[in-house]
């Protein structure tokens, strides 16, 4: 039920229009009178607000306290201070408020008016570590050294036991960088807990060493932490890998002769990350296997990803060892995952002699799951194909049957079709895709028959397997070719088609020199436009990012040569000259003859204002631009 408020009596409205005098506020009329500021009206909210603390109501505190972090957040330090004081009005122990003047009245310049706060804390709750801690950083923020290692010792005396006193006196020495009194506290409290808790503060003296510039004991202190709580490893790992390279070899060399295993694998884990696997590698395996089999299984993992992650070579052959070492420690469904994982990483190594036993070996594992066989035959396949051994390729992927997905068989059998296409060996690659309707099949077919020189039957399998078979950069590909074909105009051209295949296997220089020579035939039959767009692609191929100097003198010549023959008019030259003038200035920006590249990126655009390569001239002229020095 509503009550409706009591209406103001003639005296209380009487007193709300008329200030207070002094002599009825109780102030003696001879005191000194004192001016307070006006009070915006939104910080009375809050006010209003910091009163309500005076109710024990744990919600609306919270609340305030939040007010007070929002204040403090938007720089008004001197408003939350109020709130946080209010707050300890009424609840002298509240750890946030007492933080919080920690925090806000240092920039004020009353960080003193916090230290009889604490005390008045403390004595309601004279165990509080909370409370011991901040005496001690009050004090010592205070610069009162010796009122702080009295706090301090005070702490110690009630917790003989505990970290926190010595962490926190030190801490504070420590940003007043007084290192050396700091480091002596530390040692003492090791001294003092040394028999109760192996490696007791050795993270605070690790991040001390650090402060000081002193990374040979960081590594020490660091391999002690991380041999009391292995969890600490990869903290330890993520602290020391910014050593500068002048002290790697000192910080490696502290760890490793470290008679612990878990500090000589923290070693091996920064050996790793400095680019160096195989020393890694060679002083992680002892350390790993004096560890228990749960820990070695986690310690070799994260050891294998680790070298995963480096992306190089000899990093993919040292996950693959602590893989293999993995499935030594494991029970056997995740070994011969583990095992396979092992013979994939030796794969990536372009390691394939190394990957073919251990994969046979666990192809025909009859106790290994059946996710770890059709893994293990399909690197298999994939081996003896990189291997280019296609005839065992072939024989293993007709046995491997069910044991392997069928997408994964169909993607296999189109690895091996490419393989005997990159060996010339077009009967071969036909044969295998006989009976296959995919449109990835029409796709191969269209390049067993363009490399062939039936240039109209691959047309015709191109325009079947359409933009979805394969990759899209494949599509693009296709798409070209369909292009190079219309602008050639034979049905057949064996010439051409042997010249294509020479660039598919890999023989850039002979796939230059083939194709200039079906360009003269094709000028020779007056076909300017089919020309134009064989030289251009040689351009592009002699071009060719990594290129030498003789090779890119080559395609500045065949860009010149189609530009010319676009210049002299005739049917079909259109496209390919503004793309060999666009293709010819980025040789030359390559080059850094960025004023040459200008002058070609200008006449392209003012040359060949529709063509569909100047929104990139555009682009390649801005940059070509900026590249140009100042007069």
């Given amino acids: 039920m509503w009550v409706r408020a009591r209406a103001p009596s003639a005296a209380e409205a009487a007193a709300r229009r008329r200030p207070l005098k002094r002599s009825r506020a109780g102030v003696p009329a001879g005191a000194e009178p004192r001016v307070y500021p006006r009070i915006p009206r939104r910080c009375l909210l809050v006010f209003g607000a910091g009163a309500l603390l005076l109710v024990p109501s744990r919600p609306v505190r919270a609340q305030v306290i939040g007010e007070a972090v929002e204040l403090e957040r938007t720089g008004r330090h001197d408003r939350a201070a109020v709130v946080y004081l209010a707050v300890l009005r009424g609840e002298p122990t509240n750890l946030a408020a007492l933080l919080g003047l920690e925090r806000v009245l240092p920039p004020l310049g009353r960080l003193r008016e916090l230290l009889p706060l604490v005390r008045r804390a403390l004595a309601r709750d004279s165990t509080n570590r909370a409370f011991r801690a901040l005496e001690v950083r009050t004090l010592a923020t205070l610069n009162e050294p010796d009122s702080a290692e009295d706090a301090a010792r005070r702490w110690i005396a009630l917790a003989p036991g505990d970290e ?101 694998r923290l070693g091996a884990e920064l050996l790793l990350a400095w680019g160096d696997p195989a020393r890694a590698w060679a002083v992680f395996e002892p350390a790993v296997t004096a560890a228990g089999s749960p820990q070695a299984a986690f310690a070799l993992r994260r050891f294998a990803d680790l070298a995963g992650a480096r992306g190089t070579p000899e990093g993919r052959r040292v996950r693959a060892l602590a893989l293999a070492r993995l499935a030594d420690v494991v029970p056997q469904p995740v070994a011969a995952r583990a095992r396979a994982d092992a013979a994939r990483a030796l794969l990536d190594a372009g390691d394939f002699a190394a990957a073919r036993p251990v994969l046979e070996r666990l192809a025909v594992d009859s ?52 393989a005997r296409i990159r060996r010339g060996e077009l009967a071969r690659a036909d044969s295998a ?145 503004p793309a060999a003038e666009l293709e010819w200035a980025r040789l030359l920006l390559r080059q850094l003859q960025a004023l040459d590249a200008v002058r070609h990126l200008e006449h392209l655009i003012l040359s060949y204002p529709e063509s569909a390569v100047v929104p990139e001239a555009r682009r390649e002229l801005e940059r070509a631009k900026g590249a140009v020095p100042k007069s």
Avoid: C, H
């Fill in 367 to 418: 106790t290994a799951p059946a996710d770890a066989q059709a893994l293990a035959n399909t690197a298999l396949v994939e081996a003896l194909i990189r291997q280019d051994d296609l005839d065992a390729a072939t024989a293993r992927l007709a046995a491997v049957g069910d044991r392997v997905p069928a997408d994964d068989r169909a993607a296999l059998g189109r690895a091996l079709v490419w």
């Fill in 433 to 577: 895709l006989a009976g296959d309707s995919s449109v990835d099949a029409a796709a191969l077919r269209g390049w067993v028959a363009l490399y062939r020189g039936d240039l109209k039957a691959g047309a015709d399998e191109f325009r079947a397997a359409g933009p979805y078979a394969g990759e899209r950069r494949d599509a693009v590909e296709r798409t070209a070719m369909l292009a190079l074909m219309q602008q050639v105009r034979r049905d057949r051209f064996p010439e051409l088609g042997d010249a294509l295949l020479t660039l598919a296997r890999g023989d850039s220089i002979g796939a230059v020199q083939a194709l200039r020579l079906t360009a003269g035939q094709l000028t020779a039959e007056g076909q300017r436009g089919g020309a134009a767009e064989l030289l251009l692609l040689a351009g592009r191929i002699a071009a060719r990012p990594g290129a030498g100097p003789e090779e890119q003198r080559t395609a500045a010549t065949l860009f010149a040569e189609v530009v010319r023959i676009g210049g002299g008019g005739g049917e079909g030259t259109g496209a390919a000259a």
């Fill in 164 to 264: 926190g006193p010595y962490r926190e006196w030190a801490l504070a020495l420590a940003d007043a960088r007084r290192f050396d009194e700091a480091r002596a506290v530390l040692v003492a409290g090791q001294r003092a807990l040394g028999g109760s808790r192996a490696g007791a503060l050795a993270v605070e003296l690790a991040d001390l060493a650090a402060r000081r510039g002193d990374w040979e004991d960081a590594a020490r202190q660091w391999g002690r932490a991380a041999t009391a709580a292995p969890d600490q490893l990869p903290n330890a790992a993520a602290q020391l890998a910014d050593v500068a390279p002048g002290q790697r070899d000192r910080v490696t060399r502290a760890l490793v002769e470290d008679p612990s295993p878990v500090a000589q």
